[in-house]
Nanobody, 125 residues
Framework: QVQLVESGGGLVQPEGSLRLSCVAS???????IGWFRQAPGKEREGVLY????????YYADSVKGRFTISRDNAKNTVYMQMKSWKAEDTAVYYC???????????????????WSQGTQVTVSS
């Protein structure tokens, strides 16, 4: 059974930091992991992506310099480290496994074959 399990969400202050984890299991192979988020009343948007093969990354402009993505292949885990929060970062965050190398289409839902359950991150002072 393929699945992605994420953890680490919660309430965070604007000056605080938070790390989300995404653990993959049951996969024969996946090409990379993307992080997405969906704020109330908005469409889901791609935030970050990291390739499983060479570790190359893509970032949404809205999080550059504030969010970083990394991986531990031995643990089948991808991390998203977040800081310098903005109110618009409040959302449900998801990780997803890419079905093929997405390249510049990394932010599109259709590039992914499996999704995590989602975790709420709320920015509050």
């Amino acid at each position: 059974q393929v699945q992605l399990v994420e953890s680490g969400g919660g309430l965070v202050q604007p000056e605080g930091s938070l790390r989300l984890s995404c653990v993959a299991s049951g996969f024969t192979y996946y090409y990379g992991i993307g992080w997405f988020r969906q704020a109330p009343g908005k469409e889901r948007e791609g935030v970050l992506y990291i390739s499983s093969s060479d570790g190359s990354t893509y970032y949404a402009d809205s999080v550059k310099g504030r969010f970083t993505i990394s991986r531990d292949n031995a643990k089948n885990t991808v991390y998203m480290q977040m800081k310098s929060w903005k109110a618009e970062d409040t959302a449900v965050y998801y990780c997803a496994a890419a079905r093929r190398p997405p390249g510049t289409r990394w932010y599109r839902d259709t590039e992914y074959m499996c999704w995590s359950q989602g975790t709420q991150v709320t920015v509050s002072s």
